[in-house]
């Protein structure tokens, strides 16, 4: 799955952003609005991750959704 994808269908994917990242708010996940760069910059704020970290965090979640 592309980030296109997720960009475009948002509200269908906060859930599953949620359930990944508890630590992230409502108002996070609603901040983020689909945007990769966004979702980087709340993974690092709220759970201090580097940003290769985050961008794997991410990466890795994207695979784990495509499979499902």
Not at 10 to 31: E, N, P, S
Not at 44 to 61: F, L, M, P, T, V
Request: charged residues 45%.
């Amino acid at each position: 799955m592309n980030w296109d994808t997720i960009e475009g269908k948002w509200t269908q994917f906060k859930g599953k952003v949620r359930a990944k990242w508890g630590k992230l708010t409502d108002d996070d996940v609603d901040a983020i609005g689909g945007r990769k760069d966004q979702l980087l910059g709340k993974l690092q704020e709220r759970y201090g991750y580097k940003k290769d970290q985050a961008e794997r965090e991410i990466d890795s979640w994207l695979e784990e959704d495509k499979d499902r």
